[in-house]
Nanobody
Framework: QVQLVESGGGLVQSGGSLRLSCAAS????????MRWYRQAPGKERELVAA????????NYADSVKGRFTISRDNAKNTVYLQMNSLKPEDTAVYYC????????WGQGTQVTVSS
C-alpha cells in the first residue's frame, strides 16, 4: 500500500534551517508529482511546495519563496524540503502528499521555530 513517512522536523531558533524528508513506497514515485503541505494550530492546511515527477517544475507558496527548496531523489523514492531562514510563523506540522487513485498523506512531522 502507499506509504509516506516524513522525518526531519524539530525545534529550531528563528533564522535557522531544517531539512525535511519524505520516504515514499507503494506507488510509482518517479512518475508522481509530490507536494509538501503544512498546518499550523487553528489554521487550514496549506500547500507549501510542489515538484513534478522529473523535478523540472517546482512551485512555492509566496510565504516561503526564496527560503524553502523542494527537491527529490527518484532513485531513493524520497522528496525533500530544505527550509532556511525559518520564522516563527513557519511553525506547523508538515505533511508529504501525493495523488494517485486517491489523495495520500503522511503522518506529518512537527516543525517549531522559536523567536
Amino acid at each position: 500500500q502507499v506509504q509516506l513517512v516524513e522525518s526531519g522536523g524539530g525545534l529550531v531558533q528563528s533564522g535557522g534551517s531544517l531539512r525535511l524528508s519524505c520516504a515514499a513506497s507503494g506507488f510509482s514515485f518517479r512518475t508522481s508529482t509530490m507536494r509538501w503541505y503544512r498546518q499550523a494550530p487553528g489554521k487550514e492546511r496549506e500547500l507549501v511546495a510542489a515538484i513534478t515527477s522529473g523535478g523540472g517544475s517546482r512551485n512555492y507558496a509566496d510565504s516561503v519563496k526564496g527560503r524553502f527548496t523542494i527537491s527529490r531523489d527518484n532513485a531513493k523514492n524520497t522528496v525533500y524540503l530544505q527550509m532556511n531562514s525559518l520564522k516563527p510563523e513557519d511553525t506547523a506540522v508538515y505533511y508529504c502528499n501525493t495523488i494517485t487513485s486517491r489523495v495520500y498523506w503522511g503522518q506529518g512531522t512537527q516543525v517549531t521555530v522559536s523567536s
